[in-house]
């Protein structure tokens, strides 16, 4: 199967994100949602740390993607309509990821 995310193999910046691009549209495929959404909100939040990297923002090791989101914003380092969508990402995959658990939750009574 060819994976919709070849793309990213094309520049050496984005290289990284394409093995776990790919993790998540296996994941699809299979029906294992929780593994989507786990690894769509890992490649969201290593670009926002990239960004941050390329901004020479200090970050602390284990400093939260909604705190990195916040940085950048105020920084001006991205642009709002990628900021917003960056938050959108993060407010839906939590929102999934809680609804996806309590399905699985309520299956298993």
Do not use: C
Not at 5 to 11: A, I
Not at 35 to 59: P, S, W
Request: proline share 1%; net charge neutral; charged share 25%.
């Amino acid at each position: 199967m060819n994976s919709n995310f070849e793309f990213l193999n094309n520049d050496e910046l984005t290289r990284q994100y394409f093995v776990r691009a790919t993790q998540a549209e296996l994941s699809y495929v299979m029906g294992i949602y929780p593994g989507v959404l786990t690894a769509v909100r890992a490649i969201a939040e290593n670009i926002a740390r990239d960004v941050a990297d390329q901004k020479f923002l200090k970050l602390a090791e284990r400093e939260t993607f909604d705190s990195i989101l916040k940085r950048l914003k105020q920084g001006a380092y991205i642009l709002m309509t990628m900021l917003y969508s960056s938050f959108m990402i993060l407010r839906i995959l939590e929102m999934l990821q809680h609804t996806l658990w309590k399905i699985v939750l309520e299956e298993k009574h």
